[in-house]
């Protein structure tokens, strides 16, 4: 995901609603849209941008740095004494020899490479740890160097088309894993390389489950990138979706799991655009996906499967920005079914997305602190966790201002 601009800095510094109007035109988004996803009316956003009303109180500012995806606070405010950055964690002490090995293609080796059937034992091995662990950048920190390194060696070694095709299929899906390590860390350069690494050696391999799962992280992180990007986000899945389509009777469950995984994300990206009918049509096709699944089937990457709909339920609730019926829908959905912790905490914090919308901050804590117990490192990279972390710690409750304290510790959201 393409870091943001920073609004330039010269002699006359640009004021908030200058800041605001400079981020939200970079994003490509109206102030009817921007209004609409506040709460607000055009005219309130008018008059921020052009200065007539003052500068608003830090939970709708954090509001706004959340609709337009600003990733450092100060980016927005203008304050550079108290850098937060909001959509971006920090670096894994990891992350250096995940780059390193990213980074180096191996032209000579004094050892051959492992086969792809070896290599696809050691990734299914990674993804159950990554599920299983709380702290999963840390264990698959530890095996993707390894993993990547023997990979590429492999596509360079393999001498028969066949073994060429299977090696580039795995490693398109240990690019695949080294997204999730990468995302919402300070290299979103690094992140797109592996991006569309991961989609070429999917292409190059043939195989429909490799260019599924490349095809759902790519179009995630153009959907992350903001409203500009939301057409190329629909164009990787839904041409993706066409291509599967005639697969899909004689397929493997983990390419109907896929294909049913990109029906989900077309419709997360219409409800973030705010479209009610195409996400909620785009969620029920999903569902009808996954119920064409085994009951205890779970798909290793996207999670994909019958008991993750009603967490799904919830994303597009939240995204819509709809309290009530977020709330509605946390309630019918069983995070206890979900048996990935990572997966189980980032839906804890769907569900305290929607507890916040809906003006119960307790609530949204309370489901905070359930997140971190899930999975404190999910809880500590993502964006929205720290909007209300931040967000309630100026709250007039001092006992909301003390539990998102100790949030705030635990989480390290202050960090600059």
């Known amino acids: 995901m393409p870091s943001d601009a920073t609004p330039e800095q010269d002699t006359h510094p640009l004021v908030f609603g200058q800041r605001m109007q400079v981020l939200r035109t970079r994003r490509g988004m109206s102030r009817t849209v ?9 005219s309130w956003v008018k008059q921020i941008e052009n200065g007539t009303l003052r500068t608003p109180a830090l939970p709708m500012i954090l509001r706004i740095a959340e609709v337009l995806r600003v990733r450092n606070l100060s980016d927005l405010t203008g304050d550079q004494t108290v850098p937060v950055d909001l959509f971006i964690g920090p670096g894994h002490a990891k992350l250096p020899a995940v780059r390193a090995a990213i980074d180096a293609f191996p032209f000579t080796a004094d050892h051959e490479a492992p086969s792809a059937r070896h290599l696809s034992a050691r990734l299914c091995s990674a993804w159950s740890a990554r599920h299983s662990a709380p702290n999963h950048r840390d264990v698959i920190g530890d095996l993707l160097p390894k993993l990547i390194r023997d990979a590429q060696l492999a596509v360079r070694q393999a001498d028969r088309a066949a073994d060429r095709r299977a090696a580039q299929a795995v490693l398109a899906e240990i690019y695949s894993l080294s997204q999730f390590f990468i995302a919402y860390q300070p290299d979103s350069a690094l992140l797109w390389r592996v991006a569309e690494r991961g989609m070429v ?19 995630q992180a153009h959907r992350d990138s903001g409203p500009g990007h939301f057409d190329a986000a629909d164009t990787v899945t839904l041409e993706t979706l066409r291509y599967l389509k005639p697969l899909l009777p004689d397929s493997s469950v983990d390419v109907r799991a896929i294909a049913g995984a990109l029906q989900f994300e077309a419709g997360y990206t219409a409800a973030r655009r705010g479209d009610t009918g195409t996400a909620w049509g785009h969620w029920d096709t999903a569902r009808e996906m996954a119920k064409k699944l085994p009951v205890d089937y779970y798909h290793p990457v996207t999670s994909f499967s019958q008991a993750i709909m009603g967490a799904h339920a919830v994303t597009v ?13 946390a309630a019918a959905a069983d995070a206890v079914t979900i048996p990935s912790r990572p997966r ?10 929607g507890y916040q919308l809906d003006g119960q901050p307790e609530a949204a804590l309370a489901t905070l602190d359930k997140a971190y117990e899930a999975a404190p490192e999910t809880i500590r990279y993502n964006g929205y966790a720290r909007r209300i972390i931040l967000e309630e710690s100026e709250s007039k409750s001092p006992t909301h201002r003390r539990r998102a304290a100790e949030l705030a510790v635990k989480v390290g959201v202050l960090a600059a």
């Open 201 to 219: 050696a999917a292409q190059e391999s043939e195989d429909p489950h490799a260019i599924g799962v490349a095809a759902w992280l790519t179009a």
């Open 344 to 353: 189980r905490a980032r839906h804890r914090i769907e569900e305290a997305r």
């Open 317 to 329: 609730a939240v995204e819509l920005h709809a309290g009530a019926e977020s709330v509605r829908q």
């Open 34 to 42: 921007l209004a609409g996803l506040l709460g607000k009316s055009p």
